[in-house]
C-alpha cells in the first residue's frame, strides 16, 4: 500500500451492545474525544463525504459506536463522545459499559486516535481514555482538533504543550504523537493517514 487514500467509505452498521459487534472480520481505527471535539467531522474529512458521518452542533449526538467500512479493507470506528454535561448518570453508566465491550470485544482494533480540542487542557475522561489504551495494549494518537481556531504559528506550541499535559497526567508509559488537526480548513488529514496506514501494515 502506498500513500493511504480513501476511495469507498460506507456505513457498515452500529453497535448499541456487546452482541451487535460486527465480528473482528476486518481491522479497525476507532476515533474517541468528548462531544462535540469533531469526531464525525474528522471522519467525514479524511473520508471526503461531508455526509457520512453525522455532524452535530449538539453535542452528545452520537450515543452508538459506529462503523464505516473503507476501501473493504478497514473499519474506521466512531464512538460516543464522553463529558457532556447534561447527561444523566444513568446515560454516562452506559456509556462506560458500551465503551467496556468495545475495548473487551474488539479484537481487530489496530489503533485509537483520541480527539482533543486544541484550545483546551485535556479533561479527566481524555486521560482515561489515553489510560484504557495504555492498559488494553493498544497504540493510541492524540489527535488536535479545531487548529483552525488557533493562529498557524501557534499550532505547534499547542500540539507540544497538550503532549506535556498527558505526559504528566496521564499514566501511559508509551510514547505517542499529536497531530494538529483542521476539518473546517482541511489540514491534518493526510498525517492522520499516514498513521492509520501505519497501524495497519504492522504485524502485532
Ligand atoms: N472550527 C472548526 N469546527 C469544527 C471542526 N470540526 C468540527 N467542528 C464543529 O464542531 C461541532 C461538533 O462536530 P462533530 O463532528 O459533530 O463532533 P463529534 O465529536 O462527532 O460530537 P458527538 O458526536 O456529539 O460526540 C460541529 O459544529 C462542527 O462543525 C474544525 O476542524 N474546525
Ligand atoms: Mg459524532
Redesign the pocket.
Known amino acids: 500500500m502506498d500513500e493511504l487514500i480513501i476511495k469507498k467509505a460506507v456505513f457498515a452498521t452500529s453497535m448499541a451492545k456487546r452482541a451487535d459487534y460486527p465480528g473482528g472480520d476486518l481491522p479497525e481505527i476507532a476515533f474517541a474525544?468528548k462531544?462535540?471535539?469533531?469526531?464525525?467531522?474528522?471522519i467525514n474529512y479524511l473520508a471526503n463525504n461531508g455526509k457520512l458521518a453525522y455532524?452535530?452542533?449538539q453535542?452528545?449526538?452520537?450515543r452508538l459506536v459506529n462503523y464505516y467500512t473503507i476501501n473493504s479493507l478497514f473499519y474506521l470506528v466512531d464512538l460516543?463522545?464522553y463529558g457532556y454535561a447534561k447527561v444523566s448518570k444513568a446515560e454516562k453508566k452506559a456509556w462506560a459499559a458500551l465503551m467496556q465491550d468495545y475495548f473487551d470485544i474488539a479484537a481487530g482494533l489496530r489503533a485509537l486516535l483520541i480527539?482533543m480540542d486544541i484550545r483546551h487542557d485535556p479533561t479527566a475522561g481524555d486521560l482515561q481514555m489515553a489510560d484504557w489504551a495504555a492498559y488494553y495494549g493498544v497504540p493510541f494518537a492524540v489527535v488536535a482538533?479545531?487548529?483552525?481556531?488557533v493562529a498557524k504559528s501557534k499550532r505547534f506550541h499547542a500540539a507540544k504543550k497538550m503532549k506535556d499535559y498527558i505526559v504528566a497526567n496521564a499514566h501511559t508509559g508509551v510514547n505517542f504523537e499529536v497531530i494538529p488537526?483542521?476539518?473546517?480548513e482541511k489540514k491534518g488529514g493526510a498525517q492522520v493517514l499516514s498513521y492509520i496506514k501505519a497501524r495497519l501494515e504492522e504485524v502485532r
Open positions: 474525544g462531544s462535540n471535539v469533531g469526531k464525525s467531522s474528522l455532524v452535530s452542533k453535542p452528545g449526538k452520537t460516543p463522545g480527539l482538533t479545531k487548529a483552525d481556531k488537526v483542521s476539518a473546517a
